[in-house]
Each structure stands twice: as structure tokens, then as C-alpha cells.
């Protein structure tokens, strides 16, 4: 079958350009260098008349783009929160892509379906989440505070009498939405997409931390949205759930929380303290592609009220045969959309529950060494590494902005800046199962360098 034979030489090439690129990912620098940006102009060009052979494409994306990506399955790539890819968890999805499922119904990939609901009662019972809890996987975070948040929308006005799913937000009873000062970008972006306004919030300042003060949020009611996170984006800070989830329940606000990255914390009893009563909340958003390591993209969106969650995403059409197994459109905003649960299923089948506590555990020890380490360098750090995020205070932003890009041009790793309060910092963030000791080691004199001006 020549056409198999060639399908079969394609994947082989891939692999071959695959396993060169992974070879290579740890002694290149971590951001591409100017030729290898500069090379990515052989790729813009007019659409061809004729097509192109595939091994020819395949050298094409080897040849410049590989040098161009950026090492984040790399050992030393700390900005923003990317997570590496655990090899099971890429090698399950190249399968995956070879299957080319559609995960939409059950009808299109029984597989998909059954991978769905084993990882849904997974995850359930390893994040410590009320038991029947819903999973829809989508793209992100993003796309899972949307749908937490448009499901909670819809509960709250039913429950005043108002069918926004039929009827739109046009003349619908009020609702509040209470969030904290640093909640993240996506939660404000959700909450525009949904009609609820990204600046009719109520906003609760935080403390030194990054955690929503808690003494300062206003009475809440059945009427009301309350967006917590779990893993403040630069401090890594967790909102007090304790004080907060009973409260709200007890008020029938609904509860949403964005735990991206830091929903992983409640697999292991570490963290325990930091994740007590989040179980309390009515959804969760969380990223695997984030601190589980699985590949792009992985969102979770995770609802204690299954029909909630169903009946805001729902749609109707002849031809859709809904039936009594799992079908996955229910729970995304998406029709179609690959099978993301084959990856999510491979990593946490091959982690297993201890093997999920131990990388969180991992993560923030390594984060803790990381800050310990720069502060035995002079750095300013205030405070404890909290999960796995540290922010090193070098100075004013212009400061900042050469230290950084001092550390960037090193080459040896890289991390971004942000700020908090008009304080600059440079952010890091431990995400990848992959870093060690060494590499923490070898970046912290990067830090060093690029601090002391001597590159
Ligand atoms: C990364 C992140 C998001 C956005 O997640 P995406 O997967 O990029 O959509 C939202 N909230 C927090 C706290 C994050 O760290």
C-alpha cells in the first residue's frame, strides 16, 4: 500500500527530527538567537501553486523551526507557568494524532469518551473534589473560567427566575461578581465574553501576599459570583478558602476558582493547609499543560453541579445523537475538538497518585533551593517560595529590565518580569518535572552575572 509506505516515512522522519530536537533542547540557549529568528523568513512566502513534498516539509519545520522555538521542554525555561511534556504523555498524543478523533460524542470516539470519564473520576477523587463532579476539557484556563463562571451565570439567575440561556442578560436581574485585585487577566476576559462586565466587579484588595483579604470582602448573596484563585500568577499565593468557601456557601454566592496552575496542590497532603475547604467551591478551572506536565493544550473546567455545567454549554441539532455514554460536548463550549483526554489519561496513568503529589512536591522544593540560593547571592527575596513561584526584587524597572535581559542574553535560562504594588521583579516559575538541582545551580549564576554587569 504506497500510500501507507509513505505515511509511515513521514512519521519516521518526524520521529528522527523529533529525538535530534530533544538531543539538543538542553545545551542550546533557552530563547532562539538572531540567526535562528532571522532564518524563520525562508517560511514567509507566498502560498505555492503546487504542493510540496511532505519529507520536504518536514526539513523545512526542522531546519528553521525547531532552532526557533523556545526550550520550554527544556531544563531551565522558568518565565510565565508553560510546564514541560512528560514523554508518555507527547508519545500517547502522537498516537492520539494518528487516531484523529473527534471527542465531540461518543458516536465519533468511544475511546475519547471512556478516557474522559476515567479521567474525570481521577482527577475528582485525586484534587479532593466533591464526588459526581463534572470535567469538560478544553483549551485552557481561559476557556474553563469561561465556562465555571457562564455555568454559575445561569444557576444564579434560574435560581431568580430568569433563563438566561433562552432570554440573554438584556433586562435579567443583576448579578454581583466579587474578585480579587489579582485575579488573573483571564478572569476579566471571561467575565466581558459572558456580558458580566470586566469593570462592574467588586474588587477585594489582597495582602502583602497576593491572597484576597479576607476581611475586607464585602457581603456576599444568592445573587453573587465569587472568583478566588488557587496560585496567584506571580507570588504562586492562595486566597483563604477556609475563611472564604464555607462563608459564600452558607451566603449562596457561587464560587469559582481559578486554580491553573496551583489546583494540583490539593493532590499532595504538603499543601494541605493552602487548599483546605476549596473543595467547597462550586467550579474549578485548571490547566494540565501547566504543573501535571502534559503537552499544549490541556484546560480542565471541573462543576460540582453537573447539570450546571451541561445545561450552559449545550446546543441542539437534528443530526446530534446524544446518548446515555459520555459525550464530551456537553461540557466544552466546542462542537468538535481532539481527543485531549488520551494525554491527560497517559500522564496521570503513568504518574500515578503518589507520582502527582511527588511532582508538586518537586516543584516547590525546587522553588525554595532556587530563592535560597539567590538570597546566598545577595538577591532580595521576600518571604518564603510560595508553591513553585519566586520574585526577585533587582531594583527600579530600568534595573530590572537590564538584569533580565542580561539573564535572557546569557542564554542559560530564562525568566520574564512583571510587578506587583508599581515594584518591579524578575518572576520565576518552576513548572517543568525536568529541572534539577544543577540546573537551579548553573541559573543562579546567570543571575549573578547579569546582575554584576560582568556577561
Ligand atoms: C495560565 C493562567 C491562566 C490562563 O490559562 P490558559 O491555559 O493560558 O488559558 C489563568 N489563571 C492563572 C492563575 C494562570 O496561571
Given amino acids: 500500500m504506497p500510500d501507507l509506505d509513505e505515511f509511515a516515512g513521514l512519521l ?46 518536514l526539513r523545512l519545520l526542522h531546519e528553521y523551526g525547531s532552532p526557533a522555538t523556545v526550550a520550554t521542554t527544556g531544563r531551565r525555561y522558568f518565565g510565565f507557568v508553560t510546564g514541560g511534556a512528560l514523554p508518555v504523555s507527547v508519545a500517547a498524543r502522537w498516537l492520539a494524532d494518528v487516531w484523529d478523533q473527534n471527542a465531540g460524542l461518543y458516536v465519533m470516539s468511544p475511546i475519547a469518551a471512556t478516557l474522559e470519564d476515567v479521567c474525570e473520576k481521577w482527577l475528582v477523587e485525586l484534587l479532593g473534589l466533591p464526588g459526581g463532579t463534572a470535567m469538560g476539557l478544553v483549551s485552557g484556563s481561559s476557556m474553563g473560567t469561561l465556562c465555571g463562571l457562564a455555568a454559575g451565570r445561569n444557576r444564579l439567575l434560574r435560581a431568580h427566575g430568569w433563563d438566561a440561556r433562552r432570554d440573554g442578560l438584556f433586562g435579567a436581574p443583576p448579578i454581583r461578581v466579587v474578585v480579587g485585585e489579582e485575579a488573573h487577566s483571564t478572569v476579566f476576559k471571561a ?10 466587579v467588586e474588587v477585594v484588595p489582597s495582602d502583602g501576599q497576593g491572597r484576597m483579604d479576607a476581611t475586607r470582602v464585602p457581603e456576599l448573596d444568592d445573587a453573587t459570583l465569587l472568583i478566588l484563585q488557587a496560585g496567584n500568577v506571580n ?9 472564604l468557601c464555607p462563608l459564600a456557601r452558607e451566603q449562596g454566592a457561587w464560587v469559582h476558582i481559578d486554580g491553573a496552575f496551583g489546583l494540583w496542590a490539593a493532590a499532595s497532603r504538603r499543601f494541605a493547609d493552602l487548599t483546605a ?34 445545561e ?24 468538535s475538538r481532539r481527543a485531549r483526554s488520551v494525554e491527560l489519561w497517559a500522564a496521570l496513568k503513568a504518574l500515578g497518585r503518589a507520582g502527582v503529589a511527588e511532582l508538586v512536591d518537586d516543584l516547590h522544593d525546587k522553588a525554595c533551593y532556587f530563592a535560597d540560593r539567590l538570597r546566598e547571592n545577595g538577591f532580595d527575596i521576600p518571604g518564603e517560595a510560595c508553591f513553585n513561584q519566586v520574585n526577585v526584587y533587582v531594583g527600579d524597572e530600568a534595573e530590572t529590565r537590564r538584569v533580565s535581559q542580561g539573564i535572557q542574553s546569557l542564554g542559560t535560562c530564562w525568566c520574564g518580569t512583571s510587578a506587583r504594588n508599581g515594584k518591579p521583579f524578575i518572576r520565576i516559575s518552576i513548572s517543568s518535572f525536568r529541572t534539577t538541582y544543577d540546573d537551579i545551580d548553573r541559573s543562579v549564576q546567570a543571575f549573578a552575572r547579569a546582575a554584576s554587569g560582568h556577561e
Avoid at 535530534?20 to 542550546?28: A, M, P, Q, S
Avoid at 507570588?235 to 475563611?243: L, M, S, V
Wanted: aromatic share 8%; glycine share 10%.
Fill in 235 to 243: 507570588t504562586g499565593a492562595f486566597d483563604p478558602f477556609e475563611r
Fill in 191 to 200: 467575565l466581558s465574553l459572558l456580558g458580566l462586565g470586566s469593570a462592574r
Fill in 277 to 310: 475547604s476549596m473543595a467547597l467551591a462550586d467550579s474549578w478551572s485548571a490547566d494540565a499543560h501547566k504543573t501535571l506536565n502534559v503537552p499544549y493544550d490541556s484546560g480542565i473546567v471541573f462543576c460540582r453541579e453537573r447539570p450546571a455545567l451541561t
Fill in 312 to 335: 450552559a454549554l449545550q446546543l441542539q441539532g437534528a443530526y446530534i445523537a446524544y446518548s446515555d455514554q459520555r459525550d464530551g460536548m456537553l461540557y466544552t463550549p466546542e462542537m
Fill in 12 to 57: 519516521e522522519q518526524s520521529k528522527n527530527y523529533a529525538l535530534d530536537y530533544i538531543g539538543g533542547v538542553d545545551t542550546r540557549d533557552v530563547f532562539p538567537g538572531d540567526a535562528a529568528i532571522r532564518g524563520l523568513a525562508c517560511l514567509v512566502e507566498d502560498l505555492p501553486d503546487a504542493g510540496v513534498d511532505g519529507l520536504e516539509i
